[in-house]
RNA sequence: UGGGGCGUCGUCAAGCGGUAAGACACAGGAUUUUGAUUCCUGCAUUCAGAGGUUCGAUUCCUCUCGCCCCAGCCA
């Protein structure tokens, strides 16, 4: 299991502890888009904690708006979540199914004389609220009856006005400080029919009123959100003050995840999605779960990850190397090895017979033997990778060149004697090489050093695949800065071009045929691969990169 | 310029009055049939800044500076 960082809501939580049996948390999401890794953050906070203080975590969706939400979007967190590994009984919770309750604490409070109906347009509601400097005015609809307002608000809800006509507010202070406290709005008339409930309203309670209560409803102790709703807290305590409600929870709020390279909200990733810079919501560039999932993440590394960064209140951006390095830690432990030329150059052994083929052994990861061993397929025709040759190589190149041996691995030490070229071109078009037949298998009895040792595939035993090579999405450690003062906060004008690259023609060994989707593989010298879950068919097969094996040598040539 | 937050190594982050944990990154070195992995070693005399209290302050007080959030009938 991950490791446990303390944090400050751990901190609260024990104390409170101190005091109560047990505690509840919630993760609460919206369903209007995808989950992506800023959530995963919420969900493992929430999640664990109650799971460390043996407590509960309810999944609730907080579904009070159906012009944004959708079923589709109830499936994919559901899903997302399951992935992740967490797990939550039987029962999910659904904010609209507080509908009747809240519309019974909404009457409560205009009872209670701590609510009215305003007939103000949206714009004038703008308008009477004031600005940040300058407090606000009171609505010429405050001071309704209780009856006026038990009345209307009863009007609304059966449908009697149009979309916009009127608006239940909670009666606080035009003047607070704060605007979240400016006579908030708590429910509007929407006719549309909701995901869940149907045509059975058509007025929709908002979050801050919404929030609260289903809180208290489900007796949550610990209410976790972010930084942005520091500012309504207050709100969130004069409600369940104001109704007196038998729960109150505690609100504590932190600091929303960001990644280096990459951006977070769910608008910008809408964006990425719907004018097709990506694929879809699982592209595999995407900090989506789902797009994580596809590009080969493991739910461990993810979760390793957000124990790994902390909980703090300070607004940070964490470097995607870390996220990778966790993801690397456990994929070096898990995925078996395997061998795969991506942009193939032939090598023709010279001294092999022909029509010669040898299976050979190979281990599938070198410090995990109980891993066990395959076949590979030695013959007179392999590929190797084309910039593991250089015809004039510098110091330091551990790799094939002209009279240098080196090492197949799993195979012999070959010697490059030959290069032939295009004519025309120059291109290098195939090596001639001879192998040392006392090296089966890598070794020599003579202990002679050969410096190198290559990845490589039988040309003829090979199974063509596409691979595609993902990089960051974009080139900025944060994109929504930008380089053209004009051209301010364009997140867009920041995607890395090559942020994709498909290779068509990779050779990979045979027994990559067996692979199914989210299994990943080292390839040995590259980094790790899976299949694509999606695109991927038996006979046309496409593996996705997930991320490169660190690259000294490359470091070095800088 | 109102209100609410935040400022500890390049990036995260512990620390809660007793003299700066850890992780990633980075730099050296060792081992290696992946220039991978693993393994050593180094890496903040200083905690946004300036004052003050104290024997002693990153921790308490004051002021200053910087950054973020709030004016949806979104969440």
Redesign the pocket.
Known sequence: MEKA????IK?IIENDLKKNTTITTRF???P?GYLHIGHAKSICLNFNMAKQFNGNCNLRF????P??EDQKYIDSIISDIKWLGFNWGDKIFY?SDYFDKLYDFAVDLIKKNKAYV?????????KY?????ESGKNSPYRERTIKENLDLFSKMKNGDFI?????LRAKIDMK?????MRD??IY???KMSHPRTKDKWCI?????F??CISDSLENITHSLCT???????PLYDWFLETLKTLCHPKQI?F?RM?L?FTVMSK?KLQKLVNNNYVTSWDDPRLPTIAGLRRRGYTSFAIRNFCE????????????M??L???L??DL?EKAP?AMAVLNPLKIVIENWDKNKIQQLDAFN???KKEMGTRKITFSKEIFIEKNDFMED?PN????LAPKKEI?????YYITCKKVIKDEKTGEIKKLICTYDPK?????SKDKRK?K????WVSANDCINAEVRVYDRLFSMENPETSNSENLKNNFIENINPNSLKIIKNAKLEKSLLNAVPEKVF?????GYFCVDSKDSKPDNLIFNRTVP?????A??KK
């Open positions: 960082t303390k944090h400050f901190t609460p999401p919206e209007n907080d579904d009070t708006n012009a944004k904010a305003c007939s103000l347009s949206s714009e004038d509601i703008r609220r004031g600005t940040l400097t979309d916009g006509a009127h608006v607070s400080p704060n605007i979240n908030p709005v509007r008339i929407k929709y309670p908002m979050y801050d919404t929030h930084l942005e709703f520091e500012d309504h807290r709020e600091a960001n280096t608008r790994t960064i902390g909980v703090s209140k300070k607004e940070s951006r964490i470097d190397e870390l990778e390095t966790l690397k830690d070096n090895r990861h070198p410090q190589p330091k190149f551990f790799r090492r197949l691995k799993y195979a090296t089966k298998g890598g070794t050969v190198g040792t290559l990845h080292q390839f040995e010298r590259l094996l660190r690259d000294t040598w470091k070095i």
